[in-house]
């Protein structure tokens, strides 16, 4: 049964639980952007739901750019990756709050989309189901 729901809502099935991670991530750097040292993390949302959808084969992150670092082997999501400043800091903190906020913004769009599409769906259903 729960197949046939996954596949009755597609892709946002899968797409839900990882941008609500993104969000986490993107809001754990806000948290820490005072923090020496920390270093701005991400997720790598497109091999992630690749995983997550059974298209990626071996599950692991495949770095695609210089700037992605494996940190997986440590017990976190091996799909997080750490984000590269853009403006060097003195205290070795990685996280840009203005950009933070904006890839928060766009996050939560994001899965607000996803989320009124499942929305739609189960309303759909739903007056299937009664017939009203």
Known sequence: MPNLISNYLGIHAQAMPLREQRMKLIAGNLANADTP???AR???FDAALRSASGADGNGLLTATAEQHYRIGGDG???FQ???PGVQPSLDGNTVDPDAE???YGRAALEYRASLSFV???VRTL???ITGQ
């Open 101 to 103: 906020r904006a890839a």
């Open 126 to 128: 739903t007056t299937a």
């Open 37 to 39: 040292g920390y270093k």
């Open 76 to 78: 976190l999501n091996p």
């Open 81 to 83: 990756v750490l984000r």
């Open 119 to 121: 929305e739609s769906k």
């Open 42 to 44: 991400d997720l790598d």
